[in-house]
C-alpha cells in the first residue's frame, strides 16, 4: 500500500550520460574531442492525474482487506477441522475403551459359565451359548453361524467350545 501512495509524493530522477557526441566513430575530429558527457535531471511534481493515484490506493486497501479475510477464514476452517479430528479421535478412543471393556465382560462370563458347568451347575447349552453370545455368531471369515448351519455344519464352533470347556 505505501507503494500506491508514494505516487503523492514528487518523484526527482537522474540520469548520467557519457559516449561518443559526433557523426563519426573517433575520438577527435578536426581537433575537437568527441568524447563527452552530460546530466539530466527531472522533478515530476504530482498535481493531477485524473484520479489514478487514488485509485491504486483504493485498490490496495482492497487487496488487503481481502487478503486478511481469506487469512481468517483459513484459520478458522483449519482450526474447525482440528477440533473435529480431536472429537474424532475422543469418540474412537471411547469407543475402543468400550468395546474392550465390553470383551473382558464376556470372557469373563463365559469363563464362570464353564466353572458353573465343571460343577454341575449348568448345561452345556448354556455354555454353548454364551460362548456364541461372546462372538457373536460370527465366524473369522466373515460368515455368520446360520450360514454354517446351512452348509451342513451342524457344529460350526465345536472345536473352539471344547477347548473353552476344556472337554
Not at 581537433?31 to 489514478?52: C, E, F, K, Q, R
Not at 451359548?129 to 455368520?144: I, P, Q, Y
Not at 453361524?145 to 451342513?152: I, L, N, P, R, S
Request: proline share 3%; glycine share 6%; net charge negative.
Amino acid at each position: 500500500m505505501s507503494a500506491s501512495r508514494a505516487g503523492y509524493l514528487p518523484a526527482l530522477s537522474l540520469d548520467y550520460f557519457y559516449g561518443i557526441d559526433a557523426t563519426r566513430f573517433a575520438t577527435r575530429t578536426d581537433g575537437i574531442p568527441n568524447l563527452g558527457s552530460s546530466v539530466v535531471a527531472t522533478l515530476d511534481i504530482p498535481i493531477w492525474n485524473w484520479g489514478a493515484t487514488q485509485s491504486k490506493v483504493k485498490q490496495a486497501e482492497l487487496r488487503r482487506d481481502q487478503a486478511k479475510r481469506e487469512l481468517s477464514l483459513a484459520q478458522r476452517k483449519l482450526l474447525a477441522d482440528l477440533q473435529t479430528l480431536y472429537a474424532e479421535a475422543d469418540t474412537a478412543s471411547s469407543e475402543l475403551a468400550s468395546l474392550s471393556r465390553s470383551a473382558e465382560l464376556a470372557a469373563e462370563s463365559l469363563r464362570l459359565t464353564t466353572l458353573r458347568y465343571k460343577d454341575g451347575e449348568s448345561t452345556v447349552l448354556e455354555v454353548v451359548d454364551r460362548f456364541f453370545a461372546d462372538h457373536a455368531g460370527v465366524e473369522g471369515d466373515g460368515s455368520t453361524v446360520a450360514q454354517e448351519f446351512e452348509a451342513g455344519d451342524p457344529y460350526p464352533f465345536r472345536d473352539e467350545a471344547t477347548l473353552e470347556c476344556g472337554d
